[in-house]
């Protein structure tokens, strides 16, 4: 379900660097699997796909069905992990123009919570006010600042609508289990509601109703999906050197040791392109911290071969690429012959345009890694639900891995908060002292007027 060739990589570190690094990966892994290391109260995920029952999934489909019946637009109100994996999911397996299309039966799922945009929010206020919609608002605590914005909006804009008594069917709270200013509301204003387990962070609860709900929503397998991530659970708890989670983790690491600061995850289908950014959160907010973590990095490929290829291929000489591939498209297009032949293409006539692009794919890898960039190289077979399911799990399993490797604790963010404290005194949050905060800003604009 999930191919990983580390030859253009190993070969840039030594036999005795290769084998110490998984040896200290398989340790990494017994720590997480055993619970014994920092962060251990927040390892509900390891083991989530498989008590993801049968009787949960029909509650989220029957869930998603009601609050979509006769809807156009549903908004899943949510920032980093409460957002990114399920946009990841339902970009990977949507039509990639699937707004356009005639007679849709599903609605639209867009997003909202993730930025403090004024413009973004006024503009889906537009398209709302002439659309049947309907919301999701995810928050374990109902107070994060992004989301708790554009939930005021969005429940402004429903009751006015709907009506106080109407709007309250049109919203589904994904919250904390017993407490919190989300699970308050939701009991006062009877709002169905969905628990995210006290015992994952955000940046892994794509699995829970976090990522479950939209992605059902949005009319996808998810029963598919816990089933290729249960399936790559197992794979990835076995203690040997042939765990692929564990050789991710270990290459990783031993290219840091060796000066590679940056990871590039390099993907070569357009759809892919929120599983980098879902991918980057993960692994960017659990291993930097204490001054240590390799800088994830995303580009998608191969439209910016053409702007950042010129870079990767001979810049700083300290990074390393991952380059995600799907091996089987789920279309058939071949490119057509052409009697004048001005773009002088008709060598490739008759070609797929995926062979093409896999060919596009290899020519990359020989070159970078020929220009001293060391390539791991992951495949799955195709998009769909239980091949994206596995990739999740993989990734999941293997940042756990890797962080511990790192000597941090990979399940905690505590450096998120800084901004927000500046963020509330600045705004005059009561119990924030703004005074120095303020001295500074003006500082600043009196240096740059």
Excluded at 120 to 133: G, M, P, V
Excluded at 163 to 169: Q, S, V
Excluded at 181 to 202: E, H
Aim: include cysteine; charge should be negative; glycine fraction near 10%.
């Amino acid at each position: 379900m999930l191919t990983l060739n580390l030859k253009t990589a190993t070969s840039f570190i030594s036999a005795e660097q290769w084998k110490a690094s998984r040896e200290k990966a398989l340790k990494a892994l017994d720590t997480l699997d055993a619970g014994s290391g920092k962060g251990n109260d927040f390892l509900g995920w390891i083991h989530l796909p498989d008590t993801v029952t049968p009787a949960d999934i029909s509650s989220l489909q029957t869930a998603a069905k009601k609050l979509t019946d006769g809807v156009e637009i549903v908004v899943v109100i949510g920032i980093g992990g409460s957002y990114l994996g399920a946009k990841a999911v339902i970009e990977a397996l949507s039509h990639s123009f699937a707004a356009l299309l005639p007679g849709r039966r599903r609605p639209l799922v867009v997003f909202a919570g993730q930025n403090i945009g004024e413009d973004y929010l006024s503009e889906l206020l537009e398209i709302l006010d002439t659309r049947s919609s309907a919301c999701i608002v995810i928050s374990k605590s109902g107070t994060t600042t992004e989301p708790a914005i554009a939930f005021r909006i969005i429940k402004k804009q429903l009751e006015e609508k709907y009506g106080k008594a109407a709007a309250k069917n049109r919203i589904v709270a994904v919250t904390d289990q017993s407490r919190g200013a989300l699970r308050t509301l939701a009991a006062q204003d009877g709002y169905q509601t969905f628990a995210i387990p006290d015992d994952v962070g955000g940046r892994f609860s794509v699995l829970t109703p976090v990522g479950l709900l939209p992605i059902a929503v949005a009319g996808f397998d998810i029963a598919a999906l816990v089933k290729g991530a249960a399936d790559m659970a197992k794979i990835t708890a076995e203690k040997n050197i042939d765990n692929p989670a564990v050789n991710y983790a270990a290459i990783r690491n031993a290219l840091y040791n060796q000066g590679k600061k940056i990871e590039v995850l390099v993907n070569y289908h357009p759809k892919m392109h929120y599983l980098t950014e879902w991918w980057k959160q993960l692994y960017g907010e659990s291993e930097g911290k204490e001054h240590k973590g390799i800088f994830p990095a995303g580009v998608d490929f191969t439209g910016d071969l053409h702007s950042m290829g010129q870079y990767l291929q001979e810049g700083e000489r300290g990074l390393f690429e991952t380059a995600l591939s799907v091996e089987s498209e789920n279309n058939r297009l071949e490119i057509p012959s052409d009697e004048q032949n001005l773009d002088q293409l008709n060598f490739i006539a008759g070609k797929r345009i995926s062979e093409c692009n896999n060919m596009a794919e290899l020519g990359t890898l020989l070159a970078h890694v020929d220009g001293g960039v060391p390539v791991v190289r992951i495949g799955i077979p195709q998009l769909d639900a239980y091949a994206v399911g596995g990739l999740l799990y993989f990734f999941e399993k293997a940042c756990g891995i890797s962080g511990y490797m790192l000597g941090v604790n990979p399940f905690d963010q505590p450096g998120v908060e800084a901004y927000k404290k500046n963020m509330f005194a600045l705004l005059g949050k009561p119990g924030y002292d703004s005074s120095e905060l303020k001295r500074i800003v003006d500082e600043l604009n009196e240096r740059t007027n």
